[in-house]
């Protein structure tokens, strides 16, 4: 256990530090306070859910190991889930999936209503969490032949398209009962495993669908809709209907918030780099902060060098207001609480590391063309002691500081997902 009094000292040093750079400590912590990160449910029970458990994965969905302890049910859900909250410092959301319902009713995607995820909300009010949605295109026999909402098929249309409806509802309501925007993420997997001869066409009922889903307005108080580009999936490796340049032409000319994953892109392709250029266009921004391996995209945040370069694009361009901050990644490899607070933790570090820059002094350097101070003040930045100012943010928030955090999760292993 680390030891507060050498918390607190380590602490003002660094705050001496930094304040010789112009940097406030104290105020970067309060700022990083307000920041909410939204964890995804579906890392603790390998992106399954509780329409139909035992239904085989599709859409590009994989979640490869077999670590003791899933959660098998809405409540087994909720108790993974509030011993990852106690590991991290602060108050966050919680993104869901529409597959997550906790009900007793048989109920299919295109009947799902507010009430069924009632007891959602419930505890969100009780944790004191914020709630996103996101409509769930995959997994479920009505996705024909790897198609939902560009399906040739209108029958197949109709169904999704009155699912994302509904979902958006739910959405509303979650807006409604718990006083903070619900982000409504739209992600569909269509696609094609080889060359397709018509790529025009998919995309244009792809579009068609959507500006029907769309078509009620719902007070953006309540719920904000947001549409989230994939380069390629499982089944889908040659070519997906909902590619970045779809999405951000929809978005753009539909007034819609646009999503971007880390991992939904080319291997040497960065989203970092998007931000600023999106920024300009867009009414908002959120983001799926995940890790891609090689080809694939949803894997446990680590502190690389897109996620820092992530938060840092955030924090000089002050587009944190704008920009929604989601997680995206699931590993039944390992642990799957220490997934949950290695992943936010991690991005809450990067984004401290951001807010401590002296962002002033480093944009007047550039303006000044001082690039020899630029390099150097950003090249010694990196030797800062920002993990002393991250370990007092866990001590005034009173969540484990280093590893502590790590025993937390083995016992609660020992004692609850192994006896499951």
């Known amino acids: 256990m680390m030891n507060r009094e050498k918390v607190e000292h380590a602490y003002q040093l660094a705050k001496e530090r930094y304040a010789l750079i112009g ?57 993974d889930l509030e011993k990852a909250y106690s590991l991290i410092p602060g108050k966050h959301k919680l993104n869901l999936h529409a597959i997550y319902l906790d009900t007793e009713e048989k109920v299919d995607l295109n009947e799902i209503e507010p009430r069924h995820f009632e007891k959602w909300v419930a505890w969100a009010k009780k944790e004191g969490l914020g709630l996103d949605f996101n409509p769930t295109f995959f997994s479920h026999p009505m996705m024909k ?44 997997p269509d696609g094609f495993k080889d060359n397709p001869i018509d790529r025009l066409s998919p995309r244009k009922r792809l579009m068609e669908s959507l500006d029907q889903i769309f078509a009620e307005n719902i007070d953006e108080k309540y719920n904000i ?9 499982l089944g889908a490796e040659a070519y997906t209907v909902g590619s970045h340049e779809f999405y951000m032409g ?61 938060a840092k694009e955030l924090v000089r361009n002050d587009l944190l207001d704008r920009t929604a901050i989601g997680l995206d990644f699931f590993d039944a490899t390992i642990n799957r609480v220490a997934a949950w607070v290695t992943g936010t933790r991690n991005t809450q570090k990067a984004l401290l590391k951001a807010i401590l ?21 950003t090249e010694e930045l990196k ?7 991250w370990n007092y943010f866990c001590l ?3 969540v484990p500081i280093g590893l502590d955090w790590l025993q937390e999760v083995r016992d609660y292993e020992a004692k609850v997902l192994r006896q499951r």
């Open 383 to 389: 030797d800062f002691p920002y993990s002393d100012v």
């Open 250 to 310: 929809y978005g753009l000319t539909r007034n819609k918030t646009i999503l971007l994953d880390a991992g939904h892109f080319h291997p040497t392709e960065v989203i970092s780099n998007k931000l600023s250029s999106l920024a300009l266009f867009a009414k908002g921004l959120m983001l799926h902060v995940s890790r891609p391996v090689r080809w694939d995209s949803d894997h446990v945040v680590i502190m690389d060098d897109e996620l820092q370069d992530i």
């Open 23 to 79: 940097v406030d400590t104290d105020a970067a912590l309060e700022k990083l306070q307000n920041i909410k990160i939204s964890m995804h449910c579906w890392q603790g029970d390998d992106v399954r859910g509780f329409l139909n458990p035992d239904g085989e994965l599709t859409g590009g969905i994989m979640s490869t190991g077999n670590y003791p302890g899933a959660a098998h049910t809405p409540d087994q859900l909720r108790q």
């Open 225 to 233: 809709d947001t549409v989230e580009s994939k380069l390629f999936g």
């Open 357 to 377: 820059e002296p962002i002033d002094t480093l944009k007047e350097l550039e303006l000044e063309l001082d690039f020899t101070a630029r390099l150097v003040y």
């Open 396 to 398: 005034k928030n009173d």
């Open 145 to 188: 032949d790897g198609f939902t909402l560009a399906s040739p098929e209108k029958e197949v249309r109709d169904y999704w398209i009155e699912h994302g409806k509904r979902c958006r509802k739910i959405a509303e309501y979650f807006g409604k009962e718990l006083g903070e925007t619900c982000y409504t993420n739209f992600w569909i």
